[in-house]
């Protein structure tokens, strides 16, 4: 039996570029949005178009561009924001208008200075209005992370009556543990009319780590999209990462979902956003970080030479990394030093090794992680090169 299907819904180009410091002219944003196309993403939220000319114009732009990707356009539940929206994305192949309100009762109250009536009312206004223009309309109810459910399936359930054909159920603060993300997702699947027949999806932020988490909950129970964004950009701590959601139900096949990504196009992903954005990932980040297949403590070169699978289980060559690296500290034991050279051309004998490896050890106390340069200096003093 197949996998069942999970959409990818990549909002580098609009949450993503919401992160101070990180914005983009049109031409880059073209540039990401082709690669996110050849990545396989099946939406791409590439921008809200009422917030400048500028954001209109890459818009427009991206629509009139990629044919494989929905290409979708933020709005809040508001005519003149749909409009705009509407015209940005006219000439996409698969155009979609995002549009939605807050749901919780700090956003009703506090924020819109509404009441829950009233906020319904616009909601399902803004569907109706958006369906004028496009027929694939997504419904977000912000803060639903801290909606109360009840309300919250309310909202929704009207939100499919008038025309949504995705309804997004954002985590806006990132507040959610994974039960309760999950939950939440459960009690729509649940109680309102219609869900089946649309796609649920999740948005969750990484206020408190849990973002790729409480993703994967939503999926498990009952979500068919999830929203993310490469390298895990957005605003305040970052959204839910696309290569660590879509590496996960990969993985975990026990699971039986998969996605249209095409996985070794992630590390390339990464890279690109990275540099156009100008936000460095962390070495230690998952799947794309610069240690993530990288070795430095002797247990685990030792094994990892003998078998790549103790402790990697993701082949390298899965996210576009060619191999892993064996980075050597003096930490590393005599395996790894012995592996590196003979990657370097130098066979080295057992009882040879031992006087190497104490002279290696000095070395690496003093310069921390030991080049290749340097691994040349110390086996050239008396080993024969088989080169």
Not at 361 to 377: F, S
Request: hydrophobic share 40%; aromatic share 6%.
């Amino acid at each position: 039996m197949p996998n069942k299907r999970i959409q990818i819904f990549d909002t580098t180009l609009r949450d993503g570029e919401q992160v101070p410091g990180c914005q983009l002219n049109t031409n880059e944003k073209i540039e990401i949005a082709r690669a996110l196309e050849s990545l396989g993403v099946d939406v791409m939220e590439v921008g809200f178009p009422i917030s400048s000319p500028g954001d209109f114009h890459s818009v427009q732009q991206i629509a009139s561009i990629i044919k494989d990707s929905t290409v979708c356009a933020l709005s809040r539940a508001v005519e003149k924001d749909i409009e705009v929206a509407a015209e940005a994305v006219a000439k996409a192949k698969r155009p979609r208008i995002h549009t939605g309100i807050g749901t919780s009762d700090s956003h009703i109250f506090d924020k819109l200075k509404s009441t829950r009536e009233k906020v319904l009312e616009r909601g399902v206004a803004a569907v109706k209005f958006a369906k004028k223009y496009v027929e694939d309309v997504e419904f977000y109810a912000e803060d639903a992370g801290r909606t109360e459910n009840e309300y919250l399936a309310k909202i929704v359930e009207a939100a499919i009556k008038a025309g949504a054909t995705v309804v997004n159920i954002p985590d806006t603060t990132g507040y959610c543990l994974p039960w309760q993300y999950g939950e939440k997702i459960k009690y729509l699947k649940e109680n309102v009319k219609g869900i089946d027949n649309v796609h649920i999806s999740t948005h969750c932020h990484n206020d408190l780590g849990l973002a790729t988490a409480n993703s994967i909950a939503g999926v498990v129970n009952g979500a068919t999209q999830i929203e993310c964004t490469i390298n895990g950009i957005g605003e305040r701590a970052g959204n839910a990462s696309l290569e660590e959601s879509v590496m996960i139900l990969r993985q975990h096949k026990d699971l039986d979902f998969d996605t249209g990504i095409n996985t070794k196009l992630l590390k390339s992903m990464s890279e690109l956003v990275s540099s156009k954005m100008r936000m460095p990932v962390q070495p230690n980040k998952a799947i794309v970080g610069a240690n993530a297949f990288a070795h430095s403590s002797g247990i685990h070169q030792d094994g990892v030479i003998k078998s790549r699978e103790t402790y990697e289980i993701i082949d390298p060559h899965e996210v576009g990394v060619n191999e892993s690296s064996i980075v050597l500290t003096a930490r590393s034991g005599r395996a790894a030093l012995n592996f590196r050279a003979k990657k370097l051309g130098f066979d080295v004998t057992r009882e040879e090794m031992e006087g190497y490896y104490q002279n290696f050890l000095q070395i690496a106390d003093e310069k921390k992680v030991v080049q290749d340069q340097d691994l040349i200096v110390l086996f050239s003093k008396t080993a024969a090169h088989s080169a």
